[in-house]
């Protein structure tokens, strides 16, 4: 069964420090998602993302953050210089452009220091 | 901004009994979905709802557009051990772009066998 693939599973970096979290949609959607979930808190919506650039976004993701699909396949965030309270699961979706139908994938855990 | 309110926040039950978890907004939304999350993973996708007052089934699981559009419900029935986890709702309510959805707080789900 087609998935979201992640990577890094769990990244450990210092405040201040650039981090990019990778995202493999699954293959034949359309529409992109970041969204966050601090430990124990809701998921939260970062960014949406279609035809190479941002549908919406909301007011956690600043200036600090940035998405871009380099090569078609990948979905990266970039979040520039990290802060304590960027620590928190980031979960990558996509979806083939059903309303709202999106699928996961497993996360990644950053934890800054 | 746009809000759903998810009740009750928490439930234990006991392996068998039905169980039944409200989502509630103060604005309209287009779609509800409701989402399983299990520890350590991204949300599931269980069902999707287009229709206000569509009833929708998915084996042990109802779930209903609440004809108003603000409101959502999610029954399971026959609990079992591995209904363990936060059930979700997330919508995308009128006025935005399709690419936009937001999640309620969820409902964490014990089940003592």
């Known amino acids: 069964e087609p998935e979201v693939t992640q990577t890094p599973s769990h990244q450990v970096t210092q405040m201040g420090q650039e981090v990019i979290l990778r995202c493999v949609p699954i293959s034949n959607h359309l529409y992109f998602y970041w969204y966050r979930q601090i430990l124990g808190q809701k998921v939260e919506f970062l960014v949406s993302?279609?035809?190479?650039?941002?549908?919406?976004k909301s007011e956690i993701f600043d200036d600090q953050f940035s998405v871009e699909r380099p090569d078609g396949s990948n979905f990266t965030l970039k979040i520039r210089s990290t802060k304590l309270e960027d620590s928190a699961m980031y979960f990558c979706a996509s979806s083939a452009g059903g309303i709202g139908e999106l699928f996961f994938g497993e996360g990644s855990r950053l934890t800054v220091l | 901004g746009q809000q759903l309110n998810q009740s009750p926040q928490s439930m234990f039950i006991q392996e068998g009994e039905d169980v039944s978890m409200n989502c509630t907004s103060s604005s309209i939304f287009n779609t509800w979905l409701w989402y399983k999350q299990d520890p350590g993973e991204g949300p599931v996708l269980l069902i999707a709802l287009y229709k206000a007052g569509e009833l929708t089934s998915n084996g042990r699981l109802t779930a209903q557009f609440g004809i108003t559009r603000k409101d959502s419900f999610l029954n399971i029935s026959a609990s079992i051990p591995s209904d363990v986890g936060i059930y979700f709702c997330a919508g995308q309510s009128q006025g935005t772009s399709y690419d936009k959805v937001i999640f309620g707080p969820g409902t964490s789900l014990s089940v003592i066998p």
């Open positions: 993302f279609y035809n190479n650039e941002i549908s919406e």
